[in-house]
């Protein structure tokens, strides 16, 4: 059960979703490192592996659930929803990535500026004044950035970030995305963009926050070429869905 202090007034509970895929070199330091933060977590861990980790399954507060092969993030991302979702306590759900990029010290802020504002959708954005990126190669920055900013040209959605998975819904929009998405031909990174845009047209209050993104230093990136590739034909694909809207 997670019950977050902030300001000596208790909250809310809340779910964080970890997709992962050959990560065994991440996925429990980052569970504990999670658990370190002061705040009572559950998490949902939504496995991709060809090999499961079966010592997650032994973590309290822990729910794993285990594909056996690649699905995509997107597609993880709803199923681990819908499980936080049957916890009506769980008032705050949280995506991260499993490899170290999103910092578990970002959480409690976050949460925080996430209930002083009443949002609906944060987004822990690498695209704001105060925003770095470390660590990562030039030509992974300039393929974020162009994707980014084919984005907003395609979609002119009022956000700088559309594609990085470090986001903070409440109920109501996590439900809201899994019944607008779940046939949704974008399982991948692009159903990033496909969230942001159907809670931007749905009129939720979306805003960003700066955020510390650091390069993986343990695994591999899953971002392959065909994704990528794939990621551009979807975005052409929301472009016409969002303009027939």
Known sequence: MLIILISKKIIYMISIIIPTYNEEENIIKLINKIFNISLK???????????????????????????????????????????????????????????????????????KYFYKEKLNFLIASRY?????????????????KFSNLMARILLNIPIKDYTNGFRFYDRK??????????????????????????????????????SIFLNRTRGESKASLSEIINSFFGLLRLFIRYKLI
Request: charge should be positive; proline fraction near 5%; hydrophobic fraction near 40%.
């Open 41 to 111: 977590i559950n998490i949902v861990v939504v496995d991709d592996s060809p090999k499961s980790y079966l010592n997650i399954k032994k973590i309290k507060n822990v729910k794993y659930i285990y594909r056996g092969k690649k699905l995509g993030r997107g597609s993880a991302v709803l199923i681990g929803m819908k499980e936080a979702l049957k916890n009506h306590k769980n008032k705050i759900i949280i995506e991260m990535d499993a490899d170290f990029s999103h910092r578990p010290g970002e959480i409690a802020p976050n949460i």
């Open 128 to 144: 704001l004044k105060r925003s770095k990126i470390l660590n990562w190669p030039v030509s992974r920055r300039i393929l974020s």
């Open 173 to 210: 929009a996590a439900a809201y995305i899994i019944k607008k998405c779940s046939r949704s031909k974008s399982p991948g990174f692009i159903l990033l963009s496909e969230i942001a845009m159907e809670l931007y047209i749905g009129k939720f209050k979306i805003d960003e926050r700066p």
